[in-house]
C-alpha cells in the first residue's frame, strides 16, 4: 500500500516537530504523538485499503520491540512514538529496517559525541530520519 503525498508531507512534519521538541528537552509530548497517530489513522482510514493483517502485525511488532527497548534504557516517548511510525511504516519488515538504522545511527552519533552511558539522548530524530529513509528507499 503506497502512502500518499499528502500523508507523507504531514508526516514529516510531524516527525520535525517531535524531532525538535526531543532534542530540545529530551521529551516527546504525548498530545503530538496522539495527534500523530490521529493522523496516520485517518490517512489510513480516508484510502479504505485496510492491509489484511500486516497492520495488526506492525502494531504488534511495534508493541514488542518497544518492551525490549524500554528494558534496555529507550524513553516512553520514543516507545509510544512507535505506534504513529509503525502506521507510516506499514509493514513490520519496514518497521525492522527502520529500528535497526535508528539504532545504528543513534550509536555512531553516541560514539562520535562520546555519550555516556549515564547521558541521556535525544532519540527521535534518529527514529524520525531512519522512518523518512525507509520511505523513501
Known amino acids: 500500500m503506497q502512502q500518499s503525498i499528502f500523508e507523507l508531507v504531514g508526516a514529516a512534519l510531524f516527525l520535525l516537530a517531535l524531532s525538535i521538541c526531543d532534542i530540545r528537552t529530551l521529551r516527546i509530548p504525548n498530545r503530538a504523538t496522539a495527534l500523530f497517530l490521529l493522523w496516520e489513522s485517518l490517512c489510513i482510514a480516508a484510502k479504505e485499503e485496510f492491509p489484511s493483517g500486516s497492520l495488526g502485525l506492525s502494531l504488534l511488532t511495534a508493541l514488542l520491540w ?4 524500554l528494558s534496555l534504557g529507550m524513553g516512553g516517548g520514543d516507545f509510544k512514538l512507535l505506534f504513529p511510525l509503525a502506521l507510516l511504516l506499514r509493514s513490520p519488515a519496514h518497521l525492522f529496517y527502520m529500528l535497526s538504522l535508528a ?35
Open 66 to 69: 518497544g518492551v525490549l527497548a
Open 103 to 137: 539504532a545504528t545511527l543513534g550509536g555512531l552519533f553516541s560514539l562520535a559525541k562520546r555519550y555516556r552511558l549515564t547521558k541521556a539522548l535525544p532519540f527521535a530524530p534518529f527514529l524520525a530520519g531512519s522512518a523518512l529513509i525507509v520511505l523513501f528507499f
